[in-house]
């Protein structure tokens, strides 16, 4: 199918355009003649950007389908302009199987809302030492993860490295000392995250750090990626608007806003690659009980927007680049340009737009979020993937 995109402000991360954008069978093509079955959508003057890629989402599912699943955060990361996600492996059972990995694949594929990328554990079930799992791993994996504790075994994380890196997998970690974690957050996760950069520039072993939200971590990072180590790394929208909160629990927490300024800091010396959502749906029941985490994927351009573009932080071209282009390639999917050989996943903005987030609106089964009844600014109108319609505001 020919589709013709027009009518619009074109944002990715180098360029801004007013052309017109070709896309034939969900493909970025170059301008064609069009014919009597040419779709031509007019996008009204809004800014047409890359879909979103989310490396970092909780869907609950399967194990915990209360609170998410598989449908219904898909919709939640599509009213949020997210065509692609990927899944942490804490589900129940964990995710160290062919079984549940390619079950969970296969009803994804079926829904064909977004799409779905699934991480496989670090160690077999969550126990921390055993790596035999690996050595048959699933067709599809690029990343492996125990998101919800770091690996705290040296040696455990030595091999697991050695065998990722001849696997040909990323590794997106969670960084915590879990013995120090009652004494000194901030300390569990920077100790942690100073091995595995070591770890990272010694074995020449590609990883990515989840939910950076220290100064000394991102610190870390930095002096290590100059140093010539195969790192990535992605920050969250609440750790980069929000300082000093006791109140609110998520892990890792809101830190101080000396943590918050060198993450905004490392955004801006282009440290960090990504912003992830971390997307942690719980009942409200849970959330009173103290389980950490929070709805993300439906406010996290809105959040990110206001944080570092209106403030005037950073360019819209360089937000698209850490909410699109950079995700994207860490992932290994042909998205987040605004070019020819490119999927035809967009989403269309409305900046000028502010909207109240309430209750009764959240897409997510959950509605654990820290932005209901709050005002933002960035309204997602319409997400594409693969040049069809899959979202439509209101």
Known sequence: MKKIFTNFIGIDDTTITKNNIYTEDGVIVGAYKEDEDTEIIDCQGLFLMPAFTDLHTHFRDPGFTYKEDLETGSYAALKGGYTAVNLMANTDPVVSSKEVYEDIMARGRDLDLIDIHQVYAITKDFDGKSLEHLDDLPQGVNFISDDGHGVDDDTTMYEAMVKAKDLGV?????????????????????????????????????????????????????????????????????????????????????????????????????????????????????????????????????????????????????????????????????????????????????????????????????????????????????????????????
């Open 170 to 394: 990323n590794m997106t970690l969670h960084e915590e000392v879990r013995g120090l974690s009652a004494i000194n957050y901030e300390l569990a996760e920077d100790l942690m995250t100073i091995r595995d950069c070591y770890l990272s520039y010694k074995l020449a072993c590609p990883i990515h750090f989840s939910h950076v939200s220290t100064k000394g971590s991102i610190g870390a990072i930095s002096y290590f990626k100059d140093l010539g180590a195969p790192i990535t790394c992605e920050v969250t929208p609440h750790h980069i608007s929000l300082s000093e909160r006791d109140d609110l629990r998520v892990n890792p927490p809101i830190r101080e806003n000396k943590d918050k300024y060198a993450l905004i800091g490392a955004i801006k010396n282009g440290y960090v690659d990504a912003i992830a959502t971390d997307h942690a749906p719980h009942t409200d029941e849970e959330k009173v009980q103290g389980k950490p985490g929070f709805l993300g994927l439906e406010t996290a351009f809105s959040t990110s927007y206001m944080t570092l573009v209106q403030s005037g932080e950073i360019s819209l071209n360089k937000l698209v680049a850490l909410m699109s282009t950079n995700p994207s390639g860490i992932l290994g999917i042909k998205k987040g340009k605004l070019e020819e050989g490119y999927l035809a996943d967009f989403v269309l903005v409305d900046l000028d737009r502010e909207y109240t987030y309430t209750r009764d609106e959240i897409r997510s089964k959950s509605k654990n979020s820290l932005l209901i009844d709050k005002t933002l600014k960035g309204s997602i109108e319409k997400v594409y993937r693969r040049g069809e319609l899959k979202y439509e505001n209101n």
